[in-house]
């Protein structure tokens, strides 16, 4: 079957400069190595190794760029670029003074899914949010999202508002990989019933190449709201600094008088992270208890496989 | 697991095309921009039990710096694409560094750039840095202009300079593509204008620097031979009663000029016959033929420092010299009384009428006078509250102003008219008092030193700009670098053997580099940065190209006078 050979894409699109190396860069920890503020345009297709979810590849493209051969070449090459696409993401810079033709070069994209991959999800970013001042954010993502929303019918986007400096790119793309996840509403049972018997205070559930909380249960509030970002950057630089050493990371496990926290690898596309506040428990019972969860989940996914080629293998 | 393998693979290989590796990517170099070294917060650990004395940092503030600092390693370390712009990082205030002990420090010291000086310190060192020795020739220029003429023209000068002035600072503001916090005046200039912006504002900023350095020369010989004078003079007792006209009071005013018929001589006339010390004296020390080459003794060595930077502690001698000057000025008007009479255009045996024709000579003073404008951005960079800026420079103006407004008109009314004409008012009005005159020998002193202490900074300053500019280094070697001093000090010591007129020196460079720096470069800078906006109307081009038109006509005039 055709689908099952080809990989699914996710397109990541958007105006030459909008952000999407940098934002690519951040959430898949890839080193950039070179400046992202250069003149040339992105012509990213086989390049691209970054895979998520299973079997998504990430593709970057730039579009709607000054450069003419940009152009063409993205014109003739368009069947190509949007066949077998699962999902877009375009990248709107907030800050752009081009807005008629940012929604032009927005709606021949839609176009070009309509054609070639109608069941495609849409998700719209309007990115560089810092560079507003903060009292106007709202309202401007408001009337930008009413914009896109009235543009892209009949085809539904979602639209959310982001910066790399603050915790709404984050969010953003947590959301669209929660979206992603056909069976996440029984995923998340599942979790809290985990949770519930180990009596951990915690359970994450991280998308394994970005990092990206993906569902979590929490039996009490926590202090810190901004915690999922900040264990996924921690993690994700942890990794860098593997990568050096040829090394690569498995699990952790950082304890203290006062809580003991296991990150480790779950099903093929995830990674967990268990919080215990009760120190007497041993690590090896909760380390067993994570073994055994794990090919409970697996299971999951493989009976709900079939029907859904995200998480196949 | 075969899947890892892939995943782990991926992250070994550099992401995008397969370019040079820049090599173990933990060699940091350094970057140039001091934004990637900012500092950040080292985590509280091993915290047992939460003690309120401990400055704890907010979720958000810690969310940031986790963010910042797993940015940091994405890319190169002179790359700025991630690097935390101003607006969300927290002022350097609401940094705390924490120690792995547990308990948090308040940074003391912040990079350099951030502005810690008050609106009182920028105002006062504005002031400081704009009074110059130009305060000297102001009465002789209120003289040259009419009083009632003079004033106005003050007035309006500090007016019109503080208008450019405020456009070079705003100038950088207009820039939006750029990154221009680190730019100077000139840099400005060659953005618009390109290298010969570049080259052309540096030209003009030389004429400035050299002629003040001529200026000095030639006020370092006068206040010398006067100091020499008076200390022989004192030594061996003699009443210096020469035949040049003076106030016979216990507080006495000399024209120097009026025995040659308003050039001023500096070869002084004594027929003592029966005194050959005296005349040995006179011989060897004279204003304009020995004087000036001692000098070459005191300060070529002093040139030649490749930094100059132990001059700068004593700037405090110019603010010194300013108060005392004022004090002199005040002390002498009280004895002397004024002496004022108004009459509006025709001269009198003893007064100037009100409105003269020879009111350039004063604008050419006065824009020499008022110019800051190529060091003001450096200035006003410090100033804490960035948004008080252009009302800070304006109370210097107005302070600068005033300062001189109260010399030269002090000077001049309290001139004693009666036994003098108001023209003997000479270009340096301490020339008016003679050498026997305690309170001026003491202003001379003071002055003296001062400015031996700033005619090296001076020389710092035109010889970093003219070969680091030529040769790219600023010190290429100790030839390039001789050389350079040996022009400036021989342009010093002709012009004070054959054209001392110090107001004369002043008004020619005054008006040649505030053509450019003062006239021309803001408003056109501005006219091309409205235009490129779409912004300009028809008064501004108007207003903005009168402006060039007096500068224009400010430099041509001091010809024909």
Redesign the interface.
């Known amino acids: 079957m055709p689908n099952t050979a080809m990989k699914k894409k996710v397109l990541l699109m958007g105006k030459s400069g909008s952000g999407k190396t940098s934002m690519r860069s951040i959430i898949f920890a890839n080193y950039i190595a070179r400046d992202t503020r250069r003149l040339g345009a992105t012509i990213d297709v086989e390049h691209s190794h970054v895979r998520f979810l299973g079997n998504l590849v990430l593709n970057l493209w730039d579009c709607g760029g000054q450069d003419t051969f940009m152009e063409n070449y993205f014109t003739s090459q368009r069947d190509n670029i949007f066949r077998n696409v699962e999902v877009l993401i375009y990248v709107f810079d907030v800050e752009s003074r081009e807005l008629e033709k940012d929604m032009h070069y927005y709606q021949s994209c839609l176009e070009a899914i309509l054609q070639n991959a109608p069941d495609a999800k849409i998700f719209c970013l309007v990115h560089k949010m810092d560079l507003v001042q903060e009292d106007q954010r709202d309202l401007i993502f408001k009337e930008r999202e009413e914009d896109l929303r009235r543009l892209s019918r009949p085809l539904e986007c979602a639209c959310f508002r982001t910066s790399i400096w603050d915790e709404t790119l984050y969010k953003a793309w947590s959301s669209i990989v929660y979206q992603l996840i056909p069976n996440v509403q029984q995923l998340e049972m599942n979790l809290r019933n985990f949770a519930q018997i180990i009596e951990a205070d915690e359970v994450l559930l991280f998308e394994r190449a970005t990092f990206l909380v993906i569902s979590h249960y929490q039996c009490k509030e926590q202090r810190d709201v901004h915690r999922f970002e900040k264990i996924s950057n921690i993690i994700k630089q942890f990794k860098l600094s593997c990568s050096k050493l040829a090394a690569s990371f498995q699990s952790m496990e950082v304890r203290n008088s006062n809580f003991a926290a296991f990150i480790d690898i779950f099903t093929s596309n995830t990674y967990v992270m268990v919080v215990m506040s009760d120190p007497s428990i041993p690590s090896a019972a909760t380390l067993i208890n994570i073994r055994n969860a794990r090919k409970h989940f697996e299971k999951l996914e493989r009976v709900d496989g079939p029907k859904h080629s995200l998480l196949m293998r | 697991?075969a899947?890892?393998d892939s995943?782990?693979r991926?992250?070994?290989?550099?992401?995008?095309?397969h370019?040079i590796n820049?090599g173990?990517?933990?060699i940091q170099f350094d970057s140039s921009d001091i934004r990637s070294k900012r500092p950040f917060y080292i985590e509280p650990t091993?915290i047992?039990s939460v003690n309120d004395v401990i400055q704890r940092v907010s979720?958000?503030a810690?969310?940031?710096n986790?963010?910042i600092?797993?940015?940091s390693?994405?890319?190169?370390p002179a790359?700025?694409?991630?690097i935390?712009?101003d607006?969300?990082v927290p002022a350097p205030e609401e940094c705390y560094v924490y120690s792995p002990l547990g308990s948090a420090y308040k940074l003391q010291c912040y990079t350099e750039g951030y502005g810690k000086n008050t609106s009182l310190v920028t105002i006062f060192m504005i002031w400081n840095t704009m009074l110059g020795t130009s305060i000297l020739s102001i009465p002789w220029g209120i003289k040259q202009a009419g009083f009632t003429t003079g004033m106005c023209v003050i007035m309006l000068m500090g007016l019109l300079t503080l208008y450019c002035c405020y456009r070079v600072v705003k100038s950088r503001s207009m820039i939006s593509s750029v990154d221009t916090t680190t730019w100077e005046y000139p840099d400005v200039c060659r953005y618009y204008f390109g290298s010969f912006g570049q080259w052309s504002s540096l030209l003009f900023s030389l004429v400035s620097l050299i002629g003040a350095m001529i200026v000095y020369w030639v006020l370092m010989s006068n206040f010398l031979f006067n100091t020499g004078k008076f200390i022989f003079n004192f030594i061996h007792h003699i009443n210096d009663t020469d035949s040049i006209p003076s106030t016979n009071d216990s507080n006495p005013v000399i024209c120097p000029s009026a025995r040659s018929g308003g050039h001023p001589d500096n070869s002084s006339v004594i027929f003592y016959a029966s005194n050959s010390e005296l005349q040995q004296f006179e011989k060897w020390w004279n204003k304009s033929k020995t004087v000036p080459f001692y000098l070459i003794g005191l300060l070529l060595p002093l040139l030649n420092f490749k930094s100059p930077s132990f001059f700068s502690k004593f700037n405090i001698l110019g603010t010194v010299s300013v108060l005392y000057l004022i004090f002199l000025v005040t002390w002498k008007a009280i004895r002397l009384g004024f002496h004022l009479e108004f009459h509006w255009f025709m001269p009198t045996e003893f007064f100037v009428p009100e409105i003269r024709f020879q009111f350039p000579q004063l604008t050419g003073v006065l824009t020499l006078a008022f110019f800051i404008h190529n060091c003001i951005i450096t200035l006003l960079k410090n100033n804490k509250n960035q948004e008080n800026n252009v009302r800070d420079l304006s109370i210097a103006y107005m302070l600068v102003t005033l300062t001189y407004l109260y010399i030269g008109v002090l000077v001049f009314a309290s001139f004693p008219s009666p036994p003098l004409s108001k023209d003997c008012i000479e270009q340096n009005f301490l020339d008016n008092f003679p050498s026997s005159d305690i309170l001026s020998f003491i202003a001379r002193i003071f002055l003296l030193f001062q400015m031996m202490t700033v005619y090296p900074l001076l020389g710092y300053l035109a010889r970093v700009q003219l070969l680091g500019h030529v040769f790219g280094d600023v010190y290429p070697s100790i030839f390039h670098v001789l050389i350079f001093n040996l022009f400036i000090v021989g342009a010093g010591v002709i012009m004070a053997c054959f054209y001392p007129n110090i107001g004369g020196i002043i008004r020619y460079s005054g008006a040649a580099c505030g053509l450019a720096f003062v006239f021309i470069y803001p408003s056109l800078i501005y006219i091309i940065s409205l235009h490129q906006e779409d912004r300009l109307t028809w008064p501004k081009l108007i207003f903005h190209v009168f402006i060039i038109i007096l500068g224009l006509a400010n430099l041509i005039v001091q010809f024909f006078m």
């Open positions: 697991m899947n890892m995943d782990s991926h992250l070994l290989i550099p992401e995008g095309d370019e820049p173990p990517m933990n091993n047992v979720d958000h810690s969310a940031m986790k963010r600092h797993y940015y390693r994405l890319t190169a790359d700025r694409a991630l935390a712009p607006h969300v």
